[in-house]
């Protein structure tokens, strides 16, 4: 009380000294500003919840149990993720075919789309034509994508091979030979590259011209203006098409399945069950053995195990993309 009194006799003779707020009254505000933060959040907290908070704790509760989708599940304990990570014979060249499509493919992508964005941003003339013509195949759904580029490397009747033939180029098989299949997705992956393409030149073009100005003056040439200018304000875009890549290529499954099954020239049927990985396994991918263990074989348990270990490598490797010391951005001092 002395205090007050103390602080409200410093006070002008104009000025009233602050009314305090009841503690009952205090808290009454707080909790509706929560239940209003909360109001806001709440779509958001229900499609995480509906949409992979439940989906992810199912998936782990199957992993444990044998079911089949017919009978009611049985619990098994480990049994499933010993079949899976000991017993099963597909699934480590499954993940190596992942692994790799994941380094080279998204590498490449980065590569090839930021090298398209740089060219189109210096053309002066046609740009737009240009653009378009980048971004069209971009717009081609997946499975008519595939379907074109399967056809032409056809190593018969292809017009790919009949063009490196007449100029006396060996044509591999592309998609029948094991060792090309992989490249040929990549390849059909580069032909889409248009997404990457917009994102790359939007961050090229909002670079500010006075740098490049001043680092002119500095007499650097076009590979020091890309190193010292233009490389340090698109490295967050470069980060982040790497680690949406990464989750995007670790869930490859049509262009792959896709492909391997009009190479080998099955004719699909309505009661055709599809084994993927033609040729050889070598275009098999974790999310395709998902598919055929959960659908086509109805081991639900393994596949949720699988469904688990490439969710677990997915972190890992976006984890360590997203610190700065080990991915594109420079350590803070």
């Known amino acids: 009380m002395a205090s007050t ?18 503690a009952p009254a205090l808290r009454r505000k707080r909790n509706r500003e929560r239940l209003r933060t909360l109001g806001f959040l709440s779509p958001w907290l229900v499609g995480f919840s509906v949409f992979f908070g439940y989906p992810l704790i199912a998936t782990v509760y199957f992993s444990f149990l044998h079911y089949n989708q017919i009978k009611p599940p049985e619990f098994v304990g480990l049994r499933n993720w010993k079949y899976v990570l000991t017993q099963m014979p597909l699934f480590g060249p499954a993940l190596a075919n992942t692994l790799w499509l994941v380094v080279v493919m998204v590498a490449l992508r980065v590569v090839f789309g930021l090298g398209i964005g740089i060219l189109v941003t210096k053309i002066k003339s046609g740009a737009g034509f240009f653009r378009t013509a980048f971004y069209l195949p971009y717009l081609a759904p ?52 248009g997404d990457l393409m917009v994102i790359f030149m939007a961050a090229l073009l909002d670079v500010p011209r006075e740098q490049y100005e001043a680092a002119e003056l500095d007499g650097a040439g076009a590979w020091g203006k890309f190193r010292y200018v233009t490389w340090p304000s698109i490295t967050p875009i470069v980060l982040f098409a790497v680690v949406t890549g990464v989750v995007q290529t670790m ?11 009009l190479a080998s020239g099955v004719s699909i049927g309505p009661a055709t069950v599809i084994q993927p990985g033609y040729p050889d ?20 348990g393994a596949a949720c195990v699988l469904s688990l270990a490439l969710f677990v490598i997915a972190m890992a490797v976006t984890t360590l993309l997203m610190r700065k010391r080990a991915g594109l951005l420079p350590a803070e001092d």
């Open 142 to 193: 997946p499975v008519a994508a595939t379907v074109t580029f399967v056809f032409l490397l056809n190593p018969g009747t292809g017009p790919v091979n009949e063009i490196l033939g007449a100029i006396g180029i060996p044509a591999p098989e592309w998609f029948n030979d094991p060792g090309w299949a992989k490249p040929s997705l990549v390849m059909l992956s580069l032909w889409g590259i």
């Open 251 to 261: 869930q490859y499954y049509t262009q792959a399945l896709v492909a391997g099954k």
């Open 281 to 300: 396994h070598s275009t098999l991918t974790v999310p395709q053995l998902v598919y055929s263990l959960g659908f086509q074989n109805f081991n639900t």
């Open 5 to 22: 009194s103390a602080a409200s006799a410093s006070l002008p003779a104009h000025v009233s000294p602050p009314v305090p707020v009841p």
